[in-house]
């Protein structure tokens, strides 16, 4: 009997071993021989970033993901989005369940020590988002306030490290902007364009503070010393800034802004 255990317990083991793992990955191939052998390639996003990745009903739209769009069509597949939470997106990289991320992600060294960062294709900073009638008029009167942060994103370490305010994180942007509206949170600091499109939106209720809290650049992200496809996402971003079609990429998210 006590034999059958150890024989049982000896499959259970070898079982648990030959599980997929969720890697696509065949060590012996390149991510970019990979993709073409599966027809598609996935980017991981968080699609909670207007004007970058956002839903409107089941579609995606914005301008990470139509040059990821440029990307998949460079290399002739399908493009696949799996949409994380943000704080996840790396994560997504690093198990090897996406072959690249877009998602507004900004440059930043700690993150750089784990992922290779494509050239940057946009300008971004950190801005402050308050209700119309707030007193708030700098970094300066955050203090002592509560301010609502996307989780794991470089606004949220801004506000962490500079300013002694309580920093409240949210999964979604979205929440934190309904929050400061409602009155429960006193400001919100987040990314240039996308805080432009909440004021948009909200017009009447919040504003955006002038002076900008970092200078940031955004890169399509990709796993750790994979250079071939770092090198084809560089030459899709080059491509794409000397035809100008980059820029009217984001010229077609920009309508109202331009009116401002
Ligand atoms: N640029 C900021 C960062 O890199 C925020 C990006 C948030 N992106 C998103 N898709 N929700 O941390």
Same mark, same amino acid.
């Given at each position: 009997?006590?034999?059958?255990?150890?024989?049982?317990?000896?499959?259970?083991?070898?079982?648990?071993?030959?599980?997929?793992?969720?890697?696509?990955?065949?060590?012996?191939?390149?991510?970019?021989?990979?993709?073409?052998?599966?027809? !598609?390639?996935?980017?991981?996003?968080?699609?909670?970033? &207007?004007?970058?990745? $956002?839903?409107?009903?089941?579609?995606?739209?914005?301008i990470?993901?139509d040059i990821?769009?440029k990307?998949?069509?460079?290399?002739?597949? &399908?493009?696949?989005?799996?949409?994380?939470?943000?704080?996840?997106?790396?994560? &997504?990289?690093? @198990?090897?369940?996406?072959?690249?991320?877009?998602?507004?992600?900004? $440059?930043?060294?700690?993150?750089?020590?784990?992922?290779?960062?494509?050239?940057?294709y946009f300008s971004?900073?950190?801005?402050?988002?308050?209700?119309?009638?707030?007193?708030?008029?700098?970094?300066?009167?955050? @203090?002592?306030?509560?301010?609502?942060?996307?989780?794991?994103?470089?606004?949220?370490? !801004?506000?962490?490290? @500079?300013?002694?305010? &309580?920093?409240?994180?949210?999964?979604?942007?979205?929440?934190?902007?309904?929050?400061?509206?409602?009155?429960?949170?006193?400001?919100?600091?987040?990314?240039?364009?996308?805080?432009?499109?909440?004021?948009?939106?909200?017009?009447?209720?919040?504003?955006?503070?002038?002076?900008?809290?970092?200078?940031?650049? $955004?890169?399509?992200?990709?796993?750790?010393?994979?250079?071939?496809?770092?090198?084809?996402?560089?030459?899709?971003i080059a491509e794409l800034k000397s035809s100008g079609e980059l820029q009217e990429i984001i010229d077609n998210y920009q309508?109202?802004l331009g009116?401002?």
């Open positions: 009997m006590k034999k059958l255990t150890k024989i049982l317990a000896i499959i259970a083991a070898m079982a648990l071993l030959s599980l997929p793992t969720g890697c696509k990955k065949d060590s012996d191939k390149t991510t970019i021989e990979q993709v073409k052998e599966n027809g !598609y390639i996935t980017m991981a996003t968080n699609a909670d970033f &207007e004007p970058f990745e $956002y839903k409107d009903g089941t579609e995606f739209l914005g990470d993901i990821s769009k990307i998949a069509e460079k290399l002739g597949v &399908e493009l696949k989005i799996n949409d994380v939470a943000f704080s996840a997106v790396l994560q &997504e990289l690093a @198990n090897g369940t996406c072959e690249f991320v877009a998602a507004g992600m900004s $440059y930043d060294e700690t993150r750089a020590k784990n992922a290779d960062f494509s050239d940057p971004a900073s950190q801005v402050i988002l308050v209700n119309s009638d707030s007193s708030i008029a700098s970094a300066d009167d955050l @203090n002592g306030k509560k301010i609502g942060v996307q989780e794991g994103t470089t606004g949220a370490d !801004y506000c962490e490290k @500079n300013l002694e305010a &309580e920093v409240i994180p949210f999964s979604k942007h979205v929440d934190a902007v309904s929050d400061l509206i409602a009155g429960q949170i006193d400001a919100v600091v987040l990314d240039d364009f996308p805080a432009t499109k909440f004021v948009e939106k909200n017009a009447d209720k919040i504003k955006k503070l002038d002076t900008p809290l970092t200078e940031e650049t $955004y890169s399509i992200v990709v796993a750790k010393d994979d250079k071939e496809m770092l090198n084809l996402v560089n030459e899709v309508d109202a009116a401002e």
